[in-house]
């Protein structure tokens, strides 16, 4: 089956750096990239996504960006914020067609900002 | 608010004992699944539903089992527990086509499971 690594597992930047979370996944069926932030106490939600036909996305300050020869994606966030401190999850899924999503998730990274 | 309720918000139990987790999906999605976040694993994603139809299967346990109902609220039920159950699960929905693809899902609050 799909494994998703994720690192680093804890990350503290300073308020305005940027902040980088790596992925990687074994399974090249895999075709479909979320990635969940989840602050304590409160459940995921997806920040952004990413298809496996598309090598980068950006929406502001987020963006992803994805290698497929090299099973690995990353998370980049500029100018970062305190209010971005919270887990992030990457996730790769398995969508075939006809059938179900089969969703294999990252360990999670603690982002902390430094004010 | 996502719009996806899941019940009871919390749930203590005792080993061996079962339970039954309640999810209903946000009006007009047909999907559901379910996950299980623990301290040590992470989240996990167990089992998907369309339209009271099982779609996917991730890492759910034999002691552990779901359906979707026809007003499609789905149920988690968890038998024979054990401590390592103890975990915070959720469920979310999607608007999935039923030609496959995917859709962003909406999480519940979740329910939280102690197991003493």
């Known amino acids: 089956g799909e494994n998703v690594e994720q690192h680093p597992s804890t990350l503290s930047v300073q308020e305005g750096d940027s902040a980088v979370i790596k992925c990687t996944y074994s399974?090249?069926?895999?075709?479909?990239f979320p990635w969940y932030k989840q602050e304590l106490g409160k459940r995921p939600q997806l920040i952004i996504d990413i298809r496996s036909n598309v090598g980068e996305k950006k929406d502001q300050r987020i963006a992803v960006t994805l290698n497929k020869t090299a099973k690995h994606f990353s998370l980049h966030i500029t100018e970062t914020q305190p209010e971005d401190s919270a887990v992030y999850f990457c996730a790769a899924v398995i969508t075939p067609f006809r059938t179900g999503n089969q969703f294999y998730f990252g360990t999670g990274t603690s982002l902390t900002v430094i004010p | 608010d996502s719009g996806v309720t899941q019940t009871p918000k919390h749930l203590i139990t005792a080993t061996g004992q079962r339970v039954t987790l309640r999810c209903s999906p946000r009006?007009?999605?047909?999907?559901v699944y379910w996950y299980q976040q623990s301290l040590d694993q992470g989240l996990q994603f167990l089992i998907q539903?369309?339209?009271?139809?099982?779609?996917a299967k991730g890492n759910i346990l034999e002691r552990f089992s779901a359906q979707q109902f026809p007003d499609l609220h789905s149920e988690l039920n968890l038998s024979s527990l054990e401590l390592g159950d103890s975990a915070l699960y959720f469920c979310?929905?999607?608007?999935?086509?039923?030609?496959?693809?995917?859709?962003?899902?909406?999480f519940g609050p979740g329910t939280r499971l102690t197991v003493l």
């Open positions: 399974d090249s069926a895999s075709n479909y």
């Open positions: 009006s007009g999605d047909l999907s």
């Open positions: 979310a929905s999607s608007v999935q086509a039923e030609a496959g693809g995917y859709n962003e899902q909406f």
């Open positions: 539903y369309y339209n009271g139809e099982e779609r």
